[in-house]
Nanobody
Framework: QVQLVESGGGLVQSGGSLRLSCAVS????????MGWFRRAPGKEREFVAS????????SYADSLKGRFTISRDNAKNTMYLQMNSLKPEDTAVYYC???????????WGQGTQVTVSS
């Protein structure tokens, strides 16, 4: 059974940093993209960043470039999202996801809450 489990969320002051983790299990994700999404209160879910499991090529939402960094550790089957210079508008539930190359996002984690206080 495929599982994606996020961790690392919490409460942080504006300007602070957090690192989210997504532990994956249950299958090999060699030909998959891995991604982070977020849903803020009252808003639609939005794309944050993605990374190809093999090769490591990355993509970011334009508005987040320079503050957020996605990475993965293949040996640990874990993906990360380093978030710096956090702002109150970054407050959201953050989800990790996996999708076969060229297809949609097939697997989702349960989400982790990030709250940035002003």
């Amino acid at each position: 059974q495929v599982q994606l489990v996020e961790s690392g969320g919490g409460l942080v002051q504006s300007g602070g940093s957090l690192r989210l983790s997504c532990a994956v299990s249950g299958r090999t994700f060699s030909n998959y993209n891995m991604g982070w999404f977020r849903r803020a209160p009252g808003k639609e879910r939005e794309f944050v960043a993605s990374i190809r499991w093999i090769g490591g090529s990355t993509s970011y939402a334009d508005s987040l470039k320079g503050r957020f960094t996605i990475s993965r550790d293949n040996a640990k089957n874990t993906m990360y999202l380093q978030m710096n210079s956090l702002k109150p508008e970054d407050t959201a539930v953050y989800y990790c996801a996996a999708g076969f190359l060229g297809s949609g996002w097939e697997y989702w984690g349960q989400g982790t809450q990030v709250t940035v206080s002003s």
